[in-house]
């Protein structure tokens, strides 16, 4: 579905824009934009591409009128920009809200005002019953998206909202595993928040997979969470100390609004969810084309979710410290 297509990226110049972009331009694609405002990665971006398919715009998702002039033409947007560091948001929560909140109303009236095909928002399993700032912003982003539909008129309107929601993409900038490998090389204590701590984790690979077929499969107001495994943090450090060196660990305390386990469906949420192609499906219970025949009439093979109460990195299935150090070597973090 994506030949032929005008693509735009916002916040296109992150380590999941910059993977997006280079998996897109495979697809024959039109155009891709990438809309960031960051210009010192937009020009490293566009020197390490060359491709005369990209087309790199300076805006602010909090500037709906550079928003329109930007969505101008375009098919399927990818919504990825946000304000993402946890302990970063709890101090500065009212930038948070602008940007994540405010700054996503503004990309769906983008959509709206352009007749896009699709709109795609990039979640993260922190908006699940959140603790902290940022869950709560994302949270509310994915509202936003599942219920834009409420705003449209079929018949004047083509655009379909979708919501995605997943876990942490491995080695992503500001993500734990590329801290541990700094303090390690610089012969420094790896800093533990608690031993306990799980997450979910994805690989890049893996979520541009979940990202295309979903943007595929969606029909509009879904939000979509791929089947993901789960680590414990003592495994990660365990891993990487095996692979570059030890030089002890430091237990140093959870962080302000960081939870113990993360939870990408919660029990809520289990009972509209569906599974559908190595995805879970959550629907919006206030669209009846989610219930029951209907649901299964828009998807071919889907069924009810019955066996889950809740959806944990403490309960999913691990992978193990062998797989994990595998894993490592792949992805070129250590170099």
């Not at 998702?61 to 304000?83: G, S, T, Y």
């Not at 101090?91 to 009236?109: M, R, W």
Request: hydrophobic fraction near 35%.
């Amino acid at each position: 579905m994506f030949e032929g297509k005008k693509i735009l990226i916002t916040g296109g110049t992150g380590s999941l824009g910059q993977a997006l972009t280079k998996r897109l331009l495979k697809e024959k694609v039109d155009t891709i934009r990438i809309f960031s405002r960051n210009e010192e990665k937009q020009v490293f971006m566009e020197n390490k591409f060359h491709d005369k398919r990209l087309r790199f715009l300076l805006g602010d998702i909090n500037d709906l009128e550079r928003l329109n002039r930007a969505f101008e033409d375009i098919d399927i947007v990818f919504h990825a920009a946000a304000l993402k560091h946890v302990p970063k948001i709890e101090y500065n929560p009212f930038e948070a809200i602008k940007t994540n909140v405010i700054g996503s109303q503004n990309v769906i009236d983008a959509c709206l005002h352009a007749d896009v095909e699709r709109a795609i928002a990039i979640g993260t399993d922190k908006a699940v019953s959140p603790l902290n700032t940022y869950g709560a912003t994302k949270l509310l982003m994915e509202k936003l998206f599942v219920t834009a539909n409420n705003y449209t008129n079929p018949i004047k309107h083509r655009t379909k909202f979708i919501a995605f929601r997943y876990g942490n993409v491995l080695g992503s900038s500001g993500s734990v595993i590329p801290i541990f490998i700094d303090q390690i090389k610089q012969k420094q204590k790896v800093t533990i928040t608690d031993p306990e701590m799980t997450r979910f984790s994805i690989t890049m690979d893996e979520a541009l997979d979940f990202i295309l077929n979903a943007t595929t499969y969606g029909k509009g107001s879904e939000i979509f969470v791929p089947k993901m495994r789960s680590y414990n943090i003592m495994d990660v450090v365990n891993s990487l100390q095996n692979l570059i060196g030890n030089y002890g660990q430091e237990v140093v305390g959870i962080r302000p609004g960081e939870k113990l386990h993360e939870v990408l469906i919660n029990e809520d949420e289990i009972r509209h969810t569906w599974e559908y192609n190595g995805m879970y499906v959550v629907t919006n219970p206030h669209y009846t084309k989610f219930h029951g025949k209907e649901m299964q009439e828009n998807y071919n093979g889907i069924t009810k979710l019955v066996d889950l109460d809740n959806y944990s990195s403490a309960y999913s299935e691990k992978i193990s410290n062998k797989e994990f150090e595998i894993m490592i070597k792949n992805s070129g973090l250590i170099n």
